[in-house]
């Protein structure tokens, strides 16, 4: 897709299989497996999308997915499963060495597991050429996470990429290059970004995990896993409305099925009317 001298793919790093009461929060499951249908596990299959962007000369990607260096236990708990992001990359005829710049908008293993891979039992940068950026806090974060997050953090994800120097931590919003935005959308996690992008008179929002599915669209459909489900309200209140108003391109972070669209009010409801980002 191209806005103006912008242009965008998405690419899926795979699909993570996540617990339905958690990914809905105080929502009863006979309203939300109306709209995602859960395994005999109670796990729902979300993707994991990434960005791929070309924008001021440099190749970008949001998001890494959850990679592939996690033990056979956590990969069955997690359903986790590819095509992983590598594939992705080679349909654009394009392998890891080309990326420039890596972004994570938190830390949470679905969303940087592929920063890193294994070399000769050793974890390195899976990006050799890439600058990685992830806010401060979250970072900070990540390293000394709570008892009741820690499952989603796992440092071989990030750790490594500060050792090798290869990490940019940001302090506040910002322009990655110009027409790539980087927005603080917390509630999720407390410095979660969202990324915002605009070219030729268009622009596309990623609400990251602060709207992850078009079934998170109304307000009280927030996830269990969010550290501040009132300020996730704060933001959904903020943004869609925003996004709706301004015409913008909604992408969603683990839609499996709508993972871009154009979102309408449609008698108070909001709906995302489904386009495809090839
Ligand atoms: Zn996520």
């Known amino acids: 897709m191209k806005f103006g001298e912008l242009e965008f793919h998405m690419i899926s790093a795979g699909h993570v299989l996540l617990d ?13 497996e109306k709209k995602m249908a859960p395994d005999s596990r109670n796990r729902i299959t979300l993707s994991m999308n990434c960005l791929l962007i070309h924008a001021g000369g ?18 069955d708990l997690y359903g986790i499963d590819g095509p992983f992001l590598d594939q992705g990359l080679r349909n654009y ?3 890891s060495a080309n990326i420039d710049i890596v972004v994570n908008t938190h830390l949470h293993f679905d969303h940087c597991g592929g920063n890193t891979r294994v070399e000769m039992d050793k974890v390195v940068p899976a990006f050799p050429n890439a600058r990685y950026m992830v806010h401060r806090g979250e970072f900070q974060h990540a390293m000394n996470p709570s008892e009741r997050d820690r499952a989603s953090y796992v440092p071989e994800n990030y750790a490594p990429l500060e050792a090798a120097g290869r990490l940019t931590l940001l302090e506040d919003d910002g322009e990655v290059v110009p027409g790539v935005e980087l927005i603080r959308i917390p509630g999720h996690t407390a410095h979660m970004f969202g990324v915002k992008l605009t070219g030729g008179g268009k622009t596309a929002f990623l609400f990251a995990d602060l709207v992850p599915t078009t079934a998170h669209l109304p307000l009280p459909w927030i996830m269990g896993y969010d550290l501040y489900p009132m300020m996730t309200l704060e933001n959904k209140k903020r943004w869609i409305p925003e996004v709706v108003r301004e015409g913008w391109l909604a992408i969603f ?24 980002i090839d």
């Open 20 to 32: 339905g009461g958690a990914m809905f929060g105080v929502i009863p499951r006979p309203m939300w």
């Open 253 to 276: 972070a683990h839609d499996a099925r709508v993972p871009a669209g154009y979102l309408r009010d449609r008698d108070g409801r909001w709906e995302a009317e489904p386009v495809e």
């Open 93 to 95: 005829g394009l392998n």
């Open 58 to 75: 440099k190749r970008i990607l949001i998001e890494t997915g959850a990679g592939d260096k996690m033990n056979a236990k956590f990969r």
